[in-house]
C-alpha cells in the first residue's frame, strides 16, 4: 500500500471518521479535514493538533494529488464540492469502510455487528483485553468513559472494530472472530427488505475465519447460510448466558457469566441495566474465545465506565437521575426503558426523543410510538433530517399519534430546557442519534444546579 504524507478526511467530525484521523495522526502523516459543524470531536481533534475547517472549499484540500489520501463518510453528500474536487482532480480517494479495511488487513481482528448494542459491546471487548494486558488497537463507534477516546492504541497487532452496516461497510472486514448482536429492520434506506439486510449479515458472518458469536435464536440464519467460522450463541439460553442478576436497587447490578469454559461468579456489571449484562455476555464470549482469562474478563465488567451517550448517566441524585442515550431505533428505545425500570424500580420516568431521520421515522414510526408509551412522559422534538431531505407527510406528529400516554407534548429544541425547568424531574432521560447530544451538558448543569 503506498505510503501518503497527508490525510484529508471529509466529515472528519464523524465518530468513526475521527477514529480514523487520531489513527493516521498518531502513525505520522500530516491529517486535516472538514466538517459542517463544530463540535466537541472536533474540538478535540483541533487540541490533538488536527486541522479542521467548516467550509466547503477545495482550496483547503492539500495540493499534492500524489501525497495525499482523501478519505470520505458515506453521509456526505456525493455532490459535495471538496469531493468532487479530489475525484477530478486525481486523488487517491477511499470511503471509511476502504480505509479501515487497509489498516486492519494483515492483523488479528476481532470485529462486533449488530443494528444496536454494537458500541458498547466493541468498547466492552476492547476493555476486557486491555485489562488482560494483551491489548489491542481499537476502532470504537463511541467515546469511550475509561478512555476518553474511541481510538485505543497497542503493538499487539491484535485489533478491534466496530462493524457497521450502514452502506454495507462492514463488508469490507474479514476479522477472525466476531460477536452479532441484532438483526432488527434498519437502514431501510440501504436494504431493501428485511432479508436484504439479514442476508447482507450472513455473508458477514462468512467472513469470519475462526469465531462467530451471535445473539440466541439468530444462529439458524448462519448455520442455514454456511457460515464456516464455528457458531456459539449468547444470552437466555445460549452457550453463554447470565444468570443469577441482582440489583441492589441504588444502581449497582451482580450475576453470574456461564460459559462452556465453565461459571463466572460474582461479576458486578459496572453499567447497570440488562442491556449492558447481555453486552458484556457477547463480549465476554469473544475474548474468553480468543484465549483471554476468566480473571480478566471478571475485572473488565466490573471496571467498565461505559460509552458516552450510551445509558451515560449523567446526575444520580437522591431522587433526580438524568441518563443520556443514543437510542434511535424502536428496540433499543424499549430495552433502555426497561433497563431503567429494572435499575430504579417504581419511579417516573420522563424522555425526551429526537427522531434520527425521515426515512426511520416514516418506516418505524407506529413502532416508535409503542416503545415510547412505556415512559410516564413524553417530550417529542421535531426529526433530525441529517444526511436526508424532508418526506412529505412525515413528522414527529405520526409518532405523536401513535403514543399512549396521556403526558405528551411536541416541543422544539430552544424550548427543552425552560421545560425541563418548570418540572419536578424524577428519572429523565434524553434520546437520540442527533444534535440532541448539544442539549445533554446544559441539561446536566441545571438539573445538578436545582437539585445539587
Not at 487540541?47 to 495525499?68: Q, Y
Not at 472472530?177 to 436494504?191: C, K, L, Q
Not at 431522587?319 to 417516573?348: F, N
Amino acid at each position: 500500500m503506498k505510503t501518503y504524507s497527508d490525510i484529508y478526511l471529509i466529515g472528519i467530525g464523524g465518530i468513526g471518521m475521527s477514529a480514523l484521523a487520531r489513527w493516521y495522526h498518531h502513525s505520522g502523516h500530516r491529517v486535516s479535514g472538514y466538517d459542517r459543524t463544530p463540535s466537541r470531536v472536533t474540538q478535540a481533534l483541533e487540541s490533538e493538533g488536527i486541522d479542521v475547517h467548516f467550509e466547503d472549499n477545495s482550496a483547503l484540500v492539500p495540493p499534492s494529488p500524489e501525497d495525499t489520501l482523501v478519505i470520505y463518510t458515506p453521509a456526505v453528500p456525493p455532490d459535495m464540492g471538496e469531493l468532487t474536487y479530489a475525484r477530478s482532480h486525481g486523488y487517491r480517494v477511499l470511503k471509511r469502510s476502504q480505509a479501515l479495511e487497509e489498516i486492519t488487513d494483515g492483523h488479528r481482528c476481532l470485529a462486533v455487528a449488530g443494528t444496536h448494542g454494537k458500541t458498547t459491546t466493541s468498547t466492552m471487548l476492547a476493555h476486557i483485553l486491555t485489562v488482560s494486558g494483551q491489548g489491542c488497537t481499537a476502532f470504537l463507534g463511541g467515546i469511550s468513559s475509561n478512555y476518553g477516546s474511541n481510538l485505543l492504541l497497542s503493538d499487539s497487532g491484535l485489533m478491534v472494530a466496530e462493524a457497521d452496516e450502514f452502506d454495507r461497510s462492514f463488508l469490507r472486514l474479514h476479522p477472525a472472530g466476531s460477536v452479532i448482536t441484532a438483526m432488527d429492520a434498519d437502514h431501510m434506506d440501504i436494504y431493501s427488505d428485511i432479508d436484504d439486510l439479514r442476508s447482507a449479515f450472513v455473508q458477514f458472518g462468512r467472513q469470519n475465519s475462526e469465531t462467530l458469536v451471535v445473539r440466541k435464536g439468530l444462529e439458524d440464519y448462519f448455520i442455514r447460510g454456511g457460515v464456516r467460522a464455528r457458531i456459539w450463541t449468547y444470552g437466555g439460553g445460549g452457550d453463554f448466558h447470565a444468570s443469577d442478576i441482582v440489583s441492589d436497587g441504588q444502581g449497582r447490578m451482580y450475576f453470574t457469566l456461564n460459559t462452556p469454559m465453565g461459571r463466572i461468579e460474582r461479576c458486578h456489571a459496572g453499567v447497570p441495566g440488562e442491556v449492558y449484562i447481555q453486552n458484556a455476555t457477547a463480549a465476554a464470549a469473544l475474548a474468553l474465545l480468543h484465549g483471554t482469562s476468566a480473571d480478566a474478563v471478571r475485572e473488565g465488567i466490573a471496571t467498565f465506565r461505559g460509552v458516552a451517550r450510551r445509558f451515560d448517566i449523567r446526575v444520580n441524585l437522591p431522587g433526580h437521575t438524568y441518563i443520556d442515550d443514543y437510542a434511535h431505533h424502536p428496540a433499543e428505545l424499549a430495552a433502555t426503558i426497561a433497563s431503567i425500570r429494572q435499575v430504579w424500580p417504581g419511579r417516573k420516568i420522563t424522555g425526551i426523543f429526537q427522531p434520527h431521520l425521515f426515512s426511520r421515522t416514516r418506516d418505524f414510526y407506529r413502532e416508535f410510538g409503542e416503545s415510547l408509551s412505556a415512559l410516564d412522559s413524553l417530550l417529542l422534538l421535531p426529526v433530525y433530517p441529517a444526511r436526508e431531505e424532508p418526506v412529505p407527510g412525515v413528522s414527529s406528529s405520526l409518532i405523536y399519534d401513535c403514543c399512549f400516554l396521556q403526558d405528551k407534548r411536541i416541543i422544539q429544541k430552544k424550548e427543552v430546557l425552560e421545560e425541563i425547568a418548570s418540572r419536578d424531574i424524577d428519572i429523565l432521560v434524553t434520546f437520540g442519534a442527533g444534535d440532541i447530544d448539544r442539549l445533554v451538558q446544559p441539561i446536566e448543569n441545571l438539573l445538578k444546579e436545582k437539585y445539587a
